[in-house]
């Protein structure tokens, strides 16, 4: 019986603590704020302006986006890391501050997490075209 | 008399500094600069993974044997919490890993350590070795893993798995990308290392300056030994209550976590030596057999609540016993007949057969100087006489029924504490005819073995 009351009382410890867990995560999240949608439904606001840019080039910088692992980091149009949602977040940067900022240059290291700064620098190894189409897409994806 | 009401006040404190230890890094997370939510999934996800890495953390503060701690519960409840603690633990780290995985699957990257971030890497392999960990344990006898092999394991396990899990999350670093928090963050972190420091090298470290050395081994019945340990540098001996434990070191260092719980067995009265009886059962108790006269021992204890020092103002004390498990309950006889104490004590005394009987001999000496009814039960034999008029005990064949105890029980038996000590399907047959009997729970005591 011991063993039993043991393991309720575990039991209801983890209760306690998991609905903690989720009280902080409705705490953190505003019910008003665009970034608690979900990424399907962030999926779903899609705009027409796609049509106005190059498409080849658009796909061709996303499929830099994605083999570089960016989707780990951030997200558009609610697909990947919710954390740091690019959308709209470029256009008012000049190409060569997105360049910078994708590049991890050292005008954007104190902004950054170490961690991030170095993981960015990990994009150099691209080369000048490639770099070009990533940051088209980056201007044009959302 | 009941466990005095402090007691439940205590445990009760205890169980909150749990939660808010569990809870700490929450609250840390929302002190200063809070980054704004990232979706109710998300948050949750990372919520699951702080809180699961905090109890990973107190899980070294559970099994550290800090006696304050225990003593509300008794270290076995600790040892159960424990376990249970743990399981749920990893169940949320896997829900933290799984809700990434289907809901935010682009954010996980490859799998391959390759090409991965370390930090990713770290994650994955936690996970992993934290699952290891919880099979190993549940199953160890399944998967046939020795005792001392698998906690060896354990503690590897346990101490990369939380690296791994903290490089993840430093490496990872949301919500602590705040300096003030992220050095918080490693303060937390910190202290748990510190911990598993003392527990490793300093714990041990204070058990080698106080050596003890094995000065008889009296052969028992039942493939059983008592050994006899004296302190070796002239230190004190360890103080401690009839019916506790210790975690004996044998013939090895204290750093080799070659230690095993095993019962005193002689008196808590104004003792000079200190004795502990082990029966070979075929696993770790078989080193009692490689064991000489002047080998060294290290004693970490005592430990447990299982003892009538814990309810003093009982009328009497009820023992029942199985096999092995009457080495605690002799301790607290003999201390008791040194007492003089005249309080009416009843035994049952259950073994397989009467050969079997550990301490039959002191049994019937004690039987001349403290006020016990003893029966002894045997489940196999046809040869004793069912009433011995010159030692005034009597036999029953078979098993413990409820026949037995309602005979033995006395008129005012709610003024009396009730010791359980054998194999478990015993205790637990026991205890459920105590129950029926109206005994309430809080006079039955019993400790639990055989966790893992």
Request: net charge neutral; with cysteine.
């Amino acid at each position: 019986m011991r063993e039993i009351w043991a393991r309720r009382i575990a039991y209801l410890t983890g209760m306690i603590v998991l609905l903690l867990a989720v009280y902080f995560s409705w705490i953190q999240n505003s019910p008003n704020s665009s970034i608690n949608m979900t990424g399907k439904e962030q999926s779903e606001m899609k705009t027409g302006h796609i049509d106005d840019v190059d498409v080849k080039r658009l796909k061709l910088g996303m499929e830099i986006y994605t083999q570089q692992g960016c989707a780990m980091c951030h997200s558009i149009q609610g697909q990947g890391n919710p954390r740091y949602p690019l959308d709209g977040v470029v256009n008012n940067l000049s190409i060569e501050e997105i360049h910078n900022w994708v590049t991890g240059d050292e005008s954007i290291k104190d902004q950054l997490s170490m961690n991030s700064y170095k993981l960015k620098q990990l994009n150099r190894e691209l080369t000048d075209d490639e770099l070009q189409l990533l940051v088209y897409y980056l201007q044009n994806a959302h | 008399m009941i466990k005095p009401v402090n007691s439940v006040f205590v445990a009760i404190a205890w169980l909150c500094v749990y939660l808010m230890l569990v809870l700490a890094p929450l609250f840390v997370l929302l002190i200063g600069h809070v980054p704004s939510g990232s979706g109710f999934w998300w948050d949750f996800s990372m919520a699951l993974g702080f809180t699961a890495m905090a109890m990973m953390g107190v899980q070294f503060l559970l099994t550290a044997r800090f006696r304050h701690i225990s003593a509300p519960f008794g270290i076995d409840i600790i040892y159960y919490f424990h376990r249970y603690l743990a399981i749920m633990a990893v169940s949320f780290i896997l829900l933290h890993f799984l809700i990434i995985k289907f809901i935010y699957p682009e954010t996980l990257g490859s799998a391959n350590p390759l090409e991965a971030p370390f930090y990713m890497t770290s994650g994955r392999v936690a996970l992993i070795i934290f699952s290891l960990m919880i099979i190993s344990s549940l199953w160890r006898k399944q998967i046939s893993i020795h005792y001392d092999e698998w906690r060896l394991l354990h503690i590897i396990f346990a101490v990369s798995g939380f690296l791994l899990a903290f490089t993840h999350i430093n490496g990872v670093a949301y919500y602590i990308d705040v300096p003030e928090k992220r050095w918080l963050w490693g303060v937390y972190a910190f202290l748990w290392l510190t911990l598993i420091i003392y527990i490793r090298l300093i714990k041990p470290w204070l058990m080698f300056k106080r050596p003890y050395k094995v000065i008889k081994i009296k052969q028992e019945r039942a493939n059983s030994h008592t050994l006899v340990l004296q302190p070796n540098s002239g230190h004190e001996i360890v103080h401690f209550k009839p019916g506790q434990f210790a975690w004996l070191t044998l013939n090895s260092s204290p750093w080799h976590i070659k230690e095993h719980p095993f019962s005193i067995s002689c008196s808590a009265v104004n003792n000079r030596q200190i004795e502990f009886t082990i029966k070979d059962l075929g696993d770790f108790t078989h080193i009692i057999k490689d064991i000489k006269m002047g080998d060294t021992a290290y004693i970490d204890g005592p430990y447990g609540i299982f003892s009538i020092d814990e309810y003093p103002q009982a009328k009497g004390y009820f023992f029942v016993t199985g096999g092995v498990g009457i080495a605690p309950v002799m301790s607290m006889l003999r201390s008791l007949a040194d007492r003089h104490d005249k309080r009416p004590l009843v035994l049952i005394c259950a073994n397989d057969h009467w050969q079997d009987v550990i301490f039959q001999e002191d049994l019937n000496e004690l039987k001349q100087c403290l006020n016990l009814n003893l029966l002894h039960v045997i489940k196999n034999t046809e040869e004793i006489s069912s009433h011995n008029s010159q030692d005034n005990w009597i036999c029953k064949k078979g098993l413990i029924t409820e026949d037995i105890i309602s005979a033995l029980l006395p008129v005012d038996a709610e003024n009396y504490e009730f010791f359980l000590c054998g194999p478990k399907p015993m205790s637990d047959s026991v205890q459920l005819i105590l129950h029926k009997q109206n005994i309430p729970l809080g006079h039955i005591h019993l400790e639990l073995f055989d966790m893992v």
